[in-house]
């Protein structure tokens, strides 16, 4: 392997034909970049679509109620039950399942003010866990916080556009707005990681603390819905079941009843996707790996024609003694050392061009509905490495058993 003699005839071939060892090696470049630059691509691609899930949580489920279908425990059919604040807690202390737990109440769209500005929102009530799940970010300040929710104070989370429309340019953290004649303290301003027909409303809400919605509107402890995300060894399709179960024994729902307890879970939908994605990371490295294989079939040819080039000088070899095992490590090595280091610089050439782009996206701020930090995983790395060196040896193995099997007889006969 470290043979200086050996490495000087590599290095000697490979100057005496400059532009055969060129386009060689471009193919094997060409097949390695292409690679990574597909890959990196479709990871931006699943990361944009995964960011519609919300940041840090994509295994949740939505729980509402619907009218009951069937009699129970007296209780006639068509009945609506309420969910309230207690069945939130009673579900954190009896389904250990659950990880993060929000309920939203809705005021429905009313007069928020500041000074002379003023328009109509929706006012929703929270708890602190509605930012960790659905897929909302701050753009200044906080959101609501636990001891907010203890004391039921009177603080407000305003939407990026209520914002713009009440405090154009000016600060609005620290400033009062004012709902039904109470007045809020301004602590944080949110709105939707991607803004889409769907997200716009997060624009235009105020959010105060579910506690003090309840203190200051005389709203009875009510809760329009709720989200739950189930812990990260858990799939939400086991903690359902008992979340459902629990809601229908406090609410006299009966067992069997299909309504009742309303909802849905993003299991299947984000599996679905991981599938989809899956299927798409298959088919890129199919694509890129074809690309490879074209170049790596031009490397075998190049090194087929090298060995009947060689004929003579092998025959010789051969003549002296050289095994057949020095003649296949002498052809390996060069097919190696070539696929090696042209793949090498495509690696590094599909790296830093993923890279550029991913840096231009942050430099120009540019937020893509389905498109979101492409990069290049560390595994996508050393697995192209490894195939590099598969390539290599593969590429070299033909031509090299064919030199090896060279009669030097046949080979010293003039041609």
């Known amino acids: 392997m470290f043979d200086y003699d050996k490495w000087q005839e590599i290095f000697g071939t490979m100057r005496k034909h400059k532009l055969r060892t060129a386009l060689t090696a471009l193919g094997v470049f060409w097949g390695i970049f292409m690679l990574i630059f597909v890959l990196g691509m479709g990871q931006g691609l699943e990361n944009g679509v995964y960011k519609g899930f919300g940041q840090q949580v994509k295994n949740v489920m939505y729980v509402w109620t619907t009218r009951t279908s069937k009699p129970y425990q007296g209780f006639q059919p068509g009945r609506v039950p309420r969910l309230k604040l207690e069945d939130i807690k009673a579900i954190k202390n009896n389904v250990p399942q659950v990880d993060l737990i929000a309920p939203r109440l809705s005021m429905g769209t009313n007069t928020v003010s500041f000074g002379e500005q003023s328009d109509e929102y929706e006012i929703r009530g929270e708890l602190e866990d509605m930012i960790k799940i659905e897929a909302l970010q701050l753009h200044e300040g906080r959101y609501i916080n636990k001891r907010d929710i203890a004391e039921s104070r009177k603080v407000a989370v305003i939407g990026k556009r209520v914002k713009e429309v009440l405090f154009g340019q000016a600060p609005c953290i620290g400033a009062y707005i004012q709902v039904r004649g109470v007045q809020f303290k301004v602590v944080g301003v949110f709105g939707p990681m991607q803004v889409k027909p769907w997200t716009e409303e997060d624009l235009e809400a105020v959010v105060i603390p579910l506690t003090a919605m309840h203190r200051t509107f005389g709203m009875g402890g009510r809760v329009d819905y709720f989200i739950c995300s189930a812990k990260p060894s858990v799939l939400v399709s086991e903690m359902e079941p008992k979340v ?133 995983n560390l595994t996508v790395g050393i697995g192209a490495i490894l195939l590099l060196i598969i390539a290599g040896t593969v590429a070299g193995l033909i031509p090299a058993l064919q030199a090896a099997r060279v009669r030097p007889v046949i080979a010293l006969k003039d041609e």
């Open 244 to 376: 459902r179960g629990v809601l229908k024994q406090r609410h006299h729902v009966a067992p069997d009843d299909p309504r009742g307890i309303g909802g849905f879970n993003l299991q299947e939908e984000f599996l679905s996707v991981q599938v989809i994605f899956g299927g798409m990371k298959l088919f890129l490295w199919f694509v890129g790996i074809g690309t490879l294989l074209a170049g790596i079939v031009g490397v075998s040819n190049i090194m087929l024609i090298i060995v009947k080039e060689r004929t003579k000088e092998i025959g010789i070899r051969k003549a002296l003694g050289a095994t057949p095992g020095s003649i296949i490590s002498m052809i390996l090595i060069e097919s190696i050392f070539l696929t090696s280091i042209s793949g090498y610089l495509g690696l590094i050439a599909g790296t830093f061009v993923i890279g550029g782009i991913d840096y231009l996206l942050i430099l120009n701020e540019a937020d893509l509905d389905n498109f979101h930090h492409p990069t290049v």
